[in-house]
């Protein structure tokens, strides 16, 4: 890929052994426990990439790890968690409760808590990521970050301001969760609603104190995308550059494909988070972003209710090397005229203008249809 003049390179830290580049600032806050803080073990609270990484890690270092993960978090994330040797905590509904109950029992048993964004320690952890871009791009101009917390684009701005303070750095939120934007909007952190997400990994409803302080002192910039262009960007990665990543993962490339980065000379680095994605969140991804591309359509039009009927549009749709995957009937349900049906016709296609011409062939050929949009996620 190439961004004006200069290359587009993607930093690939889906390929750490837990999937994601959490275990940078896990393994480093680990690293930096005292004998008697190993003893007792580390506590932290985490639905997801956190968890792994630090139980991967702790496992490694014969650290006890015990994780609090609210009550409805996907069993694959805690079977997974689990294998590592950490002791898992059903705790709570949501991060927040899980989060609370963590620090009671890290108090209570007095054992040191790990936060998963909100530590200088694990964010020095994840800033390596800039020093590597400094040292494997001399060409560097512009960096990509996925932001939820704000620890992983803390990290790199602190790194590269020391090495190459000429380099952008700009964090991409999810449009829904934009918790860092709001944190530097009204001065502070703020804990918004929740909110549902296709990045379910940069989820995070209220930006890290430390995090935010250092992004401001840093210039670290700031830009966010909605769920349709995180699912295109899924889709590209994993059909064009062969890369898995969940939809926190691909906020960089979508960030990029909207048009929110400004083009230059040198090379731009997005950075892929992580790629730990459920198998059915990841259909519907790739669903949606066939959408959004014009290669998967709804199409819905009237004809006359009797045999044979449906021939007719079927055979323009065939002529026009458009591929029927699904045809629904509604009688009973439909505002149409007795005697007609409303029909619905799910179509693989090659592009928005493939769609424009299917349209003005059935009005010619007396079957006006409608694209119907897209369905939400």
């Given at each position: 890929m190439r961004h004006g003049s200069g290359r587009v390179l993607l930093k690939l830290e889906n390929l750490h052994h837990t999937g994601s580049f959490k275990e940078r600032g896990a393994l480093n806050r680990l690293l930096q426990l005292t004998p008697e803080e190993r003893a007792k073990g580390v506590i932290t609270a985490s639905a997801g990439n956190h968890a792994q990484g630090l139980a991967f890690h702790a496992e490694r270092l014969d650290i006890a790890t015990t994780v609090v993960m609210p009550t409805q978090t996907p069993l694959i994330k805690v079977s997974r968690t689990e294998e590592h040797g950490a002791t898992i905590?059903?705790?709570?509904?949501?991060?927040?409760?899980?989060?609370?109950?963590?620090?009671?029992?890290?108090?209570?048993?007095?054992?040191?808590?790990?936060?998963?964004?909100?530590?200088?320690?694990?964010?020095?952890?994840?800033?390596?990521?800039?020093?590597?871009?400094?040292?494997?791009?001399?060409?560097?101009?512009?960096?990509?970050?996925?932001?939820?917390?704000?620890?992983?684009?803390?990290?790199?701005?602190?790194?590269?301001?020391?090495?190459?303070?000429?380099?952008?750095?700009?964090?991409?939120?999810?449009?829904?969760?934009?918790?860092?934007?709001?944190?530097?909007?009204?001065?502070?952190?703020?804990?918004?609603?929740?909110?549902?997400?296709?990045a379910d990994g940069i989820a995070v409803r209220q930006a890290g104190k430390l995090c935010h302080q250092l992004c401001i002192e840093h210039n670290a910039e700031l830009c966010a995308v909605d769920d349709d262009a995180i699912a295109r960007a899924t889709l590209h990665l994993l059909e064009v550059e062969k890369v898995v990543a969940e939809g926190a993962g691909a906020t960089a490339l979508a960030a990029l494909q909207t048009g929110l980065i400004p083009e230059s000379d040198g090379d731009t680095a997005l950075i892929v988070s992580g790629g730990n994605i459920d198998v059915t969140l990841l259909s519907r991804i790739i669903n949606r972003g066939l959408v959004q591309s014009g290669r998967l359509c709804r199409v819905c039009l009237n004809v006359v209710d009797r045999p044979g009927a449906l021939a007719g549009p079927l055979a323009l749709l065939g002529e026009l090397r458009a591929n029927v995957l699904e045809v629904q009937h509604q009688r009973a349900f439909s505002p149409t005229p007795m005697g007609t049906v409303e029909v619905r016709i799910v179509l693989e296609t090659r592009g928005a203008r493939h769609i424009d011409e299917l349209l003005t062939v059935l009005s010619e050929g007396g079957y006006p249809a409608k694209l119907e949009s897209p369905p939400e996620s």
């Amino acid at each position: 890929m190439r961004h004006g003049s200069g290359r587009v390179l993607l930093k690939l830290e889906n390929l750490h052994h837990t999937g994601s580049f959490k275990e940078r600032g896990a393994l480093n806050r680990l690293l930096q426990l005292t004998p008697e803080e190993r003893a007792k073990g580390v506590i932290t609270a985490s639905a997801g990439n956190h968890a792994q990484g630090l139980a991967f890690h702790a496992e490694r270092l014969d650290i006890a790890t015990t994780v609090v993960m609210p009550t409805q978090t996907p069993l694959i994330k805690v079977s997974r968690t689990e294998e590592h040797g950490a002791t898992i905590v059903l705790h709570g509904r949501d991060y927040d409760s899980a989060h609370a109950h963590a620090r009671e029992l890290a108090k209570r048993q007095d054992s040191c808590f790990v936060h998963g964004y909100d530590d200088l320690a694990v964010m020095a952890g994840q800033g390596v990521i800039g020093l590597e871009l400094a040292e494997q791009c001399p060409d560097l101009s512009t960096v990509v970050v996925p932001v939820g917390g704000g620890g992983l684009l803390a990290g790199i701005v602190v790194a590269l301001r020391a090495l190459r303070p000429e380099v952008r750095v700009i964090g991409v939120e999810s449009a829904q969760l934009n918790s860092m934007a709001q944190a530097l909007q009204r001065g502070g952190p703020w804990k918004l609603p929740h909110a549902n997400t296709l990045a379910d990994g940069i989820a995070v409803r209220q930006a890290g104190k430390l995090c935010h302080q250092l992004c401001i002192e840093h210039n670290a910039e700031l830009c966010a995308v909605d769920d349709d262009a995180i699912a295109r960007a899924t889709l590209h990665l994993l059909e064009v550059e062969k890369v898995v990543a969940e939809g926190a993962g691909a906020t960089a490339l979508a960030a990029l494909q909207t048009g929110l980065i400004p083009e230059s000379d040198g090379d731009t680095a997005l950075i892929v988070s992580g790629g730990n994605i459920d198998v059915t969140l990841l259909s519907r991804i790739i669903n949606r972003g066939l959408v959004q591309s014009g290669r998967l359509c709804r199409v819905c039009l009237n004809v006359v209710d009797r045999p044979g009927a449906l021939a007719g549009p079927l055979a323009l749709l065939g002529e026009l090397r458009a591929n029927v995957l699904e045809v629904q009937h509604q009688r009973a349900f439909s505002p149409t005229p007795m005697g007609t049906v409303e029909v619905r016709i799910v179509l693989e296609t090659r592009g928005a203008r493939h769609i424009d011409e299917l349209l003005t062939v059935l009005s010619e050929g007396g079957y006006p249809a409608k694209l119907e949009s897209p369905p939400e996620s």
